[in-house]
């Protein structure tokens, strides 16, 4: 698409001089498809590496109207993810018609090619509950339409019937359901959309609902028909994978402790299947927040979780108010970050043996004198067996990791100012400091100690270095990764630093805390 070059002039102006900083910059929307009007904004989307949260502003700048979104990098892939599971496709598809304006090792060719093809692909598919859930919903309100004379009492619930059954016509067609639904809807099926748009005047201009009754019937009928009640009590929440995610409250870590432990004995003691697990310390991916919860994560046969396992955690968890508040199936998917199932669940039997290795030693968990121990330790065997014991290969992995992590540590969202976020990186950087010198002898003895860690762990260890599958990972992924490297060895970095953080995610390191860990191992290393 030709861009009017004093529109793209007047962009690159802005954005050299306000977001010098940038790693990347795309120009989107209706400037970008070549459909803007005199009252259309100038979407940008500016990619740094030097935040952690996402934030947007409306400026005006001299003739123009920015709509500038500011995205981390490192929120990618999160941000793809939502848009998958939701179904919306808003963020994929303002990608995938973008125009580069600021580009650097090609990261957002790929991103925009990776796009692309999610795009094609489509959204998720609806699981059976699902499409259950969504017949439960839309009987509900076609219920009260049939039973209700006064149609100007239900307006809202006219409303929500007519968006539920466009989005479930889209969806269960793998359709997006981003902003121009209907026309989504003309292009799947024409003669839908005109019945649809057929029973809108109808029951606003005749008062007449039986076009909209009609059509809402036979939609659900193609898959299992209205639903005349639906029971709480009978129908459980079901997952669509063979993986079972509980989120743990972390409110009170004592009493998180202790559900740390009752879970771990409870899957034991299962012996009808073979139940693989781990816990790690996140921020929900799914939602936007700070604070970070447990998740205990099961890998087992999805039939397995659906017919007994969810049920079994219900009856276990039922009056005990000693542990904290549990809530799953819950909408976490720890595959995404490994861009494969193959690629994952090699990684995962990593965090199984570490997970099963820190809930054996109670003490250990969220003791931060541990963590840092034990990180050091694993650092030193990183650079044995993922680097050969090459320094400098070592090192600079090693602040590829702490220019990816360490926004996390400084930007609590709270500053969207360029200098206020500046200063807050600049005092957590003396705070490392402060921290590291107080205690560099023990930390210097710990990283150079002797101690073997478990054999198991360092079997598993080298297994990532030997996955063979890194090709599939997207290329996009592999930002900041040193430009000098190969192409399938930024992938590898890409895929060491996801194993990594997820590591120190299941040792119960504080996320925001993480970043300390490379901050010490390059002291170490340089003789800082």
Sequence with gaps: MKIN?????????????????????LLSGSYAEGRNNE?????????????????NETLSYKKFKFQIIVIPVQNIQENLWIDYISSIGAFIDMLSKGVIIFDQSDFLKNLILHTKELKAIGCKPLTDHEIYMSRVKITSLLFDIMGDRDLDQLLFAITELLELI???????????????????????????????????????????????????????????????????????????????????????????????????????????????????????????????????????????????LIEHFNFLIKNRNEISKLSFPFQFDPVSRFSTKDIYFISSLLFQKLSDLIIEKPNSIFNVSFQIAFSLKLMKEIKKIWFKNNSNVFCAFNEYIMNC????????????????????????????????????????????????????????????????????????????????????????????????????????????????????????????
């Design 5 to 25: 070059q004093t529109v793209l002039s007047e962009i690159k102006l802005y954005v050299s001089t306000y977001y010098s900083n940038q790693f990347a910059c």
């Design 166 to 308: 466009t989005e479930f016509k889209l969806k269960t067609n793998r359709i997006w359901c981003g902003k121009y639904k209907i026309k989504s809807l003309g292009e799947l099926d024409r003669k839908f959309q005109s019945n649809l748009l057929e029973s809108v005047k109808e029951i606003y201009g005749n008062k007449n609902k039986i076009p909209l009754i009609n059509l809402t019937t036979n939609l659900l009928d193609q898959y299992g028909g209205i639903l005349p009640y639906y029971s709480k009590a009978n129908s459980l929440s079901k997952v669509s994978d063979d993986y079972l995610i509980i989120e743990i409250n972390n409110v009170n870590q004592e009493k998180t402790k202790k559900t740390i432990l009752f879970l771990n004995e409870s899957i034991k003691q299962i012996q009808l299947q073979k139940i693989n697990s781990y816990f790690l310390l996140s921020k929900s991916i799914a939602i936007d927040q700070v604070d970070q919860n447990v998740y205990l994560v099961i890998e087992t046969d999805k039939n397995f979780i659906n017919d007994y």
């Design 39 to 55: 009252y259309s904004d100038i979407d940008i989307i500016v990619f740094t590496t030097d935040r952690i949260t996402v934030f």
């Design 405 to 528: 992590w360490f926004p996390v540590t400084y930007d609590d969202g709270s500053n969207f100012k360029t200098a206020e976020l500046i200063k807050s990186k600049e005092t957590t950087l003396m705070k490392f400091e402060n921290m590291y010198h107080s205690q560099k002898k023990e930390l210097i003895e710990n990283y150079k100690s002797a101690v073997i860690m478990e054999k198991s762990l360092l079997h598993s260890l080298k297994s990532i270095s030997k996955i063979s599958d890194i090709d599939h990972i997207p290329a996009y992924k592999t930002y900041l990764t040193a430009t000098n490297l190969k192409k399938i060895n930024t992938k590898q970095w890409s895929l060491y630093r996801e194993t990594l953080f997820t590591m120190f995610s299941v040792a119960l390191i504080d996320n925001r805390f993480i970043s300390y860990i490379p901050f010490i191992i390059k002291k170490i290393e340089l003789n800082d």
